[in-house]
């Protein structure tokens, strides 16, 4: 491995070649019924076939020659030195609002007595009270640092674009703590901190933005959602602090889309797959209000101007192509419906016109096909259960430029 790493992403579609997963753990056994809604799920995925499953969409990686980082080996290596791994253990419980202080020391002394690696796979796990010889009563919540089952979905707690990361402030409580792990793989593991690599936007700003909202259109275009997860002023802090850093993007396009789960992020209704094609949820096919942010160099102030069209015009205009839009489903409301949600438009792509998907989806996958598109479709029995698809699922760092 090279001593320094560069993050390099400047699309969404050039040949992949480093991306970060998160292979499924016990965090995702530590999930009961009374506490789905809490812990942002609807179900309860069977973690051997979520794991296979998973091991399924790295071979599918590996096979295209792209090499594949795991999340909880990058953050056991960013912790060697025992003052980073005392601070990042602080870090991490005072976000987990343990509030009596001898219960902080019986938790943070049974975490530093593990080795590295099982420790991060322990927090990231959850620790239960009897772990620590705490009561646990029948009524009551079993876990005094919960669970983080939504860490497989790696595209959200921090974003690559360009040459840097944003690394981002999360909507819920529940998935804010994710944020730290990035915190200390860019500021302390030894190949990226090195680098320099600069950081967009920061977990401690006041506004919410979320990855699966930030996408990299072109070299000049950037893509983000205004929805339930991202707050249209943290989108602009963001768009300003990459203007202000030369980076090749000169557009942000701020989209407004429905402030609901089942379009949780603007990767859930809309993902790029080719040069000029895209898969679509039919139900933002009608008129959009778009936010066009430029910048002003002269003033060092962000100009913002609204729009209004179909994503079919917006994306034609901004990217000066022919915008092609396949239809979740093929646009039929019952299959579009049952296809999206199990994130039949949620595509990674990894190289143009080349994507991995849900084989669940098999109505898009044909239309795909016949758009001569190919498709690599993974089982995703268990892994559909967490709502979220292949993009929800990787973190690319390397991307080849186009």
């Known amino acids: 491995m090279n001593d320094t790493r560069k993050i390099n992403v400047y699309s969404e579609i050039g040949k992949l070649k480093t991306v970060m997963l998160h292979r499924p753990g016990a965090e995702i056994e530590n999930l009961i019924p009374e506490y789905l809604e809490r812990l942002l799920f609807d179900d309860i995925p069977y973690l051997k076939v979520a794991r296979d499953e998973h091991d399924k969409f790295a071979d599918i990686l590996r096979n295209d020659g792209v090499e594949v980082l795991y999340l909880e080996k990058l953050v056991a290596d960013s912790l060697k030195d025992s003052m980073i791994k005392e ?10 609002k343990v509030k009596e202080s001898k219960n902080i020391e019986y938790l943070k002394d ?5 080795p590295t690696k099982a420790m991060v796979d322990k927090v990231m796990a959850g620790v239960r009270r009897k772990e620590i010889n705490l009561k646990e ?27 840097g990361i944003s690394l981002n402030h999360m909507r819920t409580v529940t998935r804010r703590r994710e944020t730290i792990f990035g ?7 030894p190949e990226y901190k090195e680098a320099g690599i600069p950081q967009w936007y920061h977990r401690d700003n006041e506004f919410a933005i979320e990855g699966g909202d930030q996408l990299i259109l072109s070299k000049e275009v950037l893509a983000v959602g205004y929805s339930e997860r991202s707050d249209k002023e943290g989108v602009f802090k963001l768009a300003e602090n990459i203007f202000k850093s030369g980076e090749s993007f000169n557009t942000v396009l701020i989209f407004d889309i429905p402030k609901t789960r089942a379009f949780m992020h603007l ?3 809309f993902t790029m797959i080719d040069h000029d094609m895209f898969t679509v949820h039919p139900g933002i096919e009608g008129e959009l209000k778009v936010i066009a942010l430029t910048y002003d160099q002269k003033n060092g102030k962000v100009i913002a101007e609204e729009e209004e069209g179909t994503l079919e015009k917006i994306l034609s205009k901004h990217l000066n192509i022919d915008a092609k839009l396949i239809r979740c489903g093929n646009g039929d409301k019952i299959i579009a419906g049952r296809e999206q949600w199990n994130d039949g438009s949620n595509t990674l792509a990894i190289s143009p016109g080349k994507v991995i998907t849900y084989e669940r989806n098999y109505i898009t996958n044909e239309i795909l096909d016949k758009n001569n598109i190919t498709v690599l479709a993974i089982p995703s ?7 979220g698809g292949p993009r929800c699922m990787s973190m690319p760092f390397y991307r080849e430029d186009l």
């Open 381 to 387: 029995s268990e892994l559909s259960r967490g709502r």
């Open 267 to 269: 990767d859930t209704v």
């Open 183 to 189: 915190k200390y793989i860019f500021n302390h593991h």
């Open 137 to 163: 009563d029948v009524d009551q919540y079993p876990f005094i640092m919960d669970p983080m089952p939504n860490l497989y979905f790696t595209r959200d707690p921090f974003a690559c674009i360009g040459k």
């Open 87 to 96: 601070k990042f253990l602080d870090e991490v419980l005072a976000e987990c």
């Open 110 to 114: 049974f975490l530093k007595s593990m």
